[in-house]
């Protein structure tokens, strides 16, 4: 079955930039999306198609996928980022998910 | 704005059926564009897409899960529905549902709108 890898925990300071990977078998020709999930509430889509951003979603929020590896990048990192987050992506219909990342505002 | 809610039992008896229900409202369940989904979270564990449905009825289910699960709509209710069979302690987990889109095609997808999830506990 499909997997995708991701980093168990990244610690960024407050307006610093934190880049979260997420790797899997030639990745890059699927499409990750990225979702936010903090403590007690439900995931938030944040990236999708790659490079998407929803309504509502900050700019500091992007997203890009190559060869086996997709990334999420908040630039500017605020305090309210600290959550985990995880990639997600279809092989052969059926939805995959990282194991998610923890992201540390220090 | 499309809102989801799960509802079910909290509490659920080992070797018994966990069934749950989503209940779709602020807009039709029968739009060709969508999938909905659940996907599971294990205590202080990470997602676990568990299966869709399309409003036609058409299913697809997680691999490994595939011989406990059913996923049915009732387009009528605006609701749509999973039971899990032959529970054991390992299917304890915040259950969501989930409205997604999938294109078979170019294999984009994504989960826009979460319901606010339910814990099912998996105990005698």
């Known amino acids: 079955s499909y997997e995708l890898t991701q980093p168990p925990s990244v610690s960024v300071s407050p307006g610093q930039t934190a880049s979260i990977t997420c790797s899997g078998d030639e990745l890059g020709d699927k499409y990750a999306c990225w979702y936010q999930q903090k403590p007690g509430q439900s995931p938030v889509l944040v990236i999708y198609q790659d490079t998407k951003r929803p309504s509502g979603i900050p700019e500091r929020f992007s997203g890009s996928n190559s060869g086996n590896t997709a990334t999420l990048t908040i630039s500017g990192t605020q305090a309210l980022d600290e959550a985990d987050y995880y990639c997600?992506?279809?092989?052969?219909?059926?939805?995959?998910f990282g194991g998610g990342t923890k992201v540390t505002v220090l | 704005q499309v809102q989801l809610q799960e509802s079910g039992p909290g509490l659920v008896k080992p070797s018994q059926t966990l069934s749950l229900t989503c209940t779709v409202s602020g807009g039709s369940i029968s739009t060709d564009f969508y999938y909905w989904s659940w996907i599971r979270q294990h205590p202080g564990k990470g997602l676990e897409w568990i299966g869709y449905?399309?409003?036609?009825?058409?299913?697809h289910y997680n691999p490994s899960l595939k011989s406990l699960v059913t996923i049915s709509v009732d387009t009528s209710k605006n609701q749509f529905s999973l039971k899990l069979s032959s529970v054991t302690a390992a299917d304890t987990a915040v259950y969501y549902c989930?409205?997604?889109?999938?294109?078979?095609?170019?294999?984009?997808?994504?989960?826009?709108?979460w319901g606010q999830g339910t814990m099912v506990t998996v105990s005698s």
């Open positions: 989930a409205r997604g889109y999938y294109d078979i095609l170019t294999g984009s997808g994504a989960f826009d709108i």
């Open positions: 449905i399309h409003y036609s009825g058409s299913t």
């Open positions: 997600q992506a279809w092989d052969s219909s059926t939805a995959v």
